[in-house]
């Protein structure tokens, strides 16, 4: 029997951005919130401790922040005729676990999605006409608009200390940012980073080849920041210890670094670790949610009741907890009918390798998470895409995480792998070797979705998550594309060797090396019920006490990576809880 806890006002499942931020913004509305994270404390005096955290065989390799595989993981296929087989070591992504999740290890590239990529539907028919876009692509608006989103971007900006420079403030476009950026209502936070020599070498090539590049916006602290909730950041001394790690100097925006200095101090805010919630538990009806069980660390079930549950977990983890929980219609791709699981999409990152000739000295060791210079020419729809016929884009950056030895020794093809040969490449490349990203959008389709494994369950005995994933030709066509762009740049660059490195049609999604830990989708918002599973302000439409957070409500991805629009959805949906759900609890949009 389980164990019955006294009622809170809100529940937050997970706690990383998107909890950090609920936890905030309901607690300084008056409620009674309760943070459940099913990993364990971390914070930055531990998890940052400096000298402990510059190990990059615990980190980078052995994944200490990451979550264990071997007690819950999700199935991965191809397509509806393939079995699915468990993930059972990092590679393509690296889903985090503990408070923080995620956002405790990433690198702080900090976007904000152009205007017509939230409605990327009606915006391509009315440029290109409707059968632009082919069969079987799902692409729909987000039913939020880029107007309605800005003061959220905004905030999120604020709260990170995002260093950068604005290229359009309120309709005034300036010279030294990106020339394709949408208004913004003020300059960034912080000014942008300092380039590192390999940046200043890709801005020199670009900029003689007619683009205008421009300085990545990071949530890397160019300098000291107090945030609105009065929060602390140090600038960053460029370390090379940013993706895979704690920031010890407080200089990266995570959610140890920004919000919970404060939140945890609150009377009204409990936070639970070692808490998995298995299910949200639902009235007779099954129209209202009246809490959660979740297993707490001495293996018990437990159950929690609330009168408002917030998903706010990675991605697959909500995804596979509205499935679990029976919120919401399945996806069937057959029939094309049903909702949670629909539109999984992930991102395509390519990439050039650039040699420069020997003598050159680019001290690689000086790297910092996001620093460095980027141009959109060919990201979103800033480029005539008719006669290209494919839909989507890519951001072309460089820009230098660091220069560790294990994991960022980087050697020519076709070196051995070991032995003198290898070394000797290693101590040639190691201060002349760069690359050149294109970071790519995927779009949507009917045959790309998330559901509940029939084989393969977790520790607990429940179901894991299965995806079903493969490329297909609309982004392998728009890769190489954007790639050999890049390539024309590191050309520019007069290296000594480059290599574009793109997929061939007919390339399977493969799992074993790192791309991103972008994953979207299969939780997605829209005006539609019958297409998504949340409306615009990210309430569940069937059970309107539920809302769900986070890059499982974007109906695909776009070049950027997504923490940027998944914060500013958050506060955007923050605002309507407060001020409209609150005041009247029930559905915010009628269906």
């Given amino acids: 029997m389980a164990i019955k806890k006294e009622p809170v006002d809100v529940v937050l499942v997970g706690f990383g951005w998107t909890g950090a931020i609920m936890g905030q913004e309901l607690t300084e509305a008056g409620l009674h919130v309760l943070a459940l994270e099913r990993g364990p404390m971390q914070d930055t005096a531990t998890e940052g401790k400096y000298p402990n955290v510059a190990d990059e065989l615990a980190f980078s390799v052995r994944g200490k922040l990451f979550q264990d595989l071997s007690k819950e993981t999700v199935t991965i296929r191809h397509s509806v005729s393939e079995q699915a087989v468990p993930y059972r070591q990092h590679g393509s992504f690296l889903m985090g676990n503990g408070v923080g999740g995620a956002g405790l290890h990433w690198n702080g590239l900090h976007w904000r999605a152009f205007p017509e990529e939230l409605k990327i539907r009606s915006h391509y028919e009315e440029r290109y006409g409707k059968s632009f876009i082919p069969d079987g692509m799902t692409i729909q608006d987000f039913g939020v608009t880029y107007e309605e989103l800005e003061p959220y971007f905004t905030q999120f900006e604020d709260v990170c200390g995002v260093s950068g420079q604005a290229g359009n403030i309120k309709g005034q476009k300036l010279d030294a940012g990106n020339r394709f950026e949408a208004p913004r209502s003020k300059e960034y936070p912080l000014p942008a980073l300092k380039d590192v020599h390999s940046a200043t070498l890709f801005a020199k090539a670009a900029t003689e080849l007619g683009y205008k590049p421009f300085p990545i916006p990071a949530s890397n602290a160019s300098g000291p920041y107090t945030n609105p909730y009065g929060v602390r950041l140090g600038p960053c001394n460029f370390c090379g210890f940013c993706e895979h790690y704690a920031c010890y100097l407080y200089s990266k925006a995570s959610p140890q670094t920004t919000i919970l200095p404060v939140l945890l101090r609150k009377p009204n805010f409990e936070l639970r670790t070692q808490s998995q919630v298995i299910r949200v538990n639902l009235d007779s009806d099954g129209k209202k949610a009246t809490g959660v069980t979740y297993i707490d660390p001495q293996g018990r079930e437990v159950e929690q009741p609330a009168s408002i549950v917030i998903m706010s977990a990675f991605q697959m983890h909500n995804v596979r907890l509205l499935l679990l929980s029976k919120i919401g219609k399945p996806y069937n791709p057959v029939t094309n009918e049903g909702v949670v699981g629909r539109n999984y999409a992930y991102q395509m990152l390519t990439s050039v390798s650039v040699m420069m000739p020997k003598g050159t000295t680019l001290n690689p060791f000086i790297g910092t998470g996001a620093g460095g210079q980027a141009i959109d020419d060919f990201n979103a729809d800033n480029f005539d895409h008719g006669p290209l016929g494919f839909i989507g884009g890519a951001n072309i950056n460089h820009h230098r995480s660091g220069g560790r030895p294990i994991k960022q020794a980087t050697v020519p093809a076709g070196t051995p792998s070991w032995g003198s040969a290898w070394k000797g490449a290693v101590q040639d490349s190691y201060q002349r070797a760069m690359s050149i990203s294109s970071s790519g959008s995927v779009m949507s389709y009917r045959d790309s979705y998330l559901d509940l494994d029939p084989n393969y369950t977790d520790s607990n005995g429940q179901p894991l998550l299965r995806m079903t994933f493969n490329w297909h030709d609309n982004e392998i066509k728009m890769s190489q594309f954007t790639t050999n762009k890049a390539g024309e740049i590191a050309k520019a660059m007069n290296p000594e060797s480059y290599k574009v490195n793109t997929k061939k049609f007919g390339a399977n999604y493969d799992t074993r090396p790192y791309q991103t830990t972008h994953n979207t989708g299969g939780a997605i918002m829209g005006s539609d ?37 998944v914060g500013a959805l958050t506060y955007w949906s923050a605002k309507a809880i407060r001020e409209q759900y609150l005041k009247n609890p029930g559905p915010l949009v009628q269906a």
Avoid: E, H, I, K
Wanted: charged share 5%; with cysteine; net charge neutral.
């Fill in 529 to 565: 019920p019958s297409t998504s599973v949340v409306n615009r302000y990210l309430q569940c439409w069937d059970v309107p006490n539920v809302f769900v957070m986070g890059a499982c409500v974007f109906p695909q991805n776009f070049g950027y990576n997504p923490t940027g629009l």
